[in-house]
């Protein structure tokens, strides 16, 4: 069992930058791949990024490339994602997620696909003004 506690949404300015964090319970962070999705009002929930367990998989949805960057720390069981250059359409609740990466699979792998996903975080908002 895995709990995840995002934090770092807020307000901010179209241009600006937030910086959400996403730590996670558990000895056997390591295990899973991470992801960030995001649902906005009266929308469905969409995913923006994801990292392997190894941090050597990262991928990204083509809407937030070159803006946003996924990481993950550890020793410290938290996956962050940084958000800059940010725009009035990126306003959405943001969710982490965690997903157990089977063993037959490569270190590598990771998802956008909200299936692959075992565990969901609360959701942290974030509202961009123009």
């Known amino acids: 069992q895995v709990q995840l506690v995002e934090s770092g949404g807020g307000l901010v300015q179209a241009g600006g930058s937030l910086r959400l964090s996403c730590a996670a319970s558990g000895r056997t962070f390591s295990s899973y791949h991470m992801g960030w999705f995001r649902q906005a009002p009266g929308k469905e929930r969409d995913f923006v990024a994801a990292i392997s367990r190894s941090g050597i998989g990262i991928y990204y949805a083509d809407s937030v490339k070159g803006r946003f960057t996924i990481s993950r720390d550890s020793a410290k069981n938290t996956v962050y994602l940084q958000m800059n250059s940010l725009k009035p359409e990126d306003t959405a609740v943001y969710y982490c997620?965690?997903?157990?990466?089977?063993?037959?699979?490569?270190?590598?792998?990771?998802?956008?696909?909200?299936?692959?996903?075992?565990?969901w975080g609360q959701g942290t908002q974030v509202t961009v003004s123009s």
């Open positions: 997620a965690a997903g157990i990466t089977s063993q037959y699979f490569s270190s590598t792998y990771t998802s956008h696909r909200a299936n692959d996903y075992d565990y």
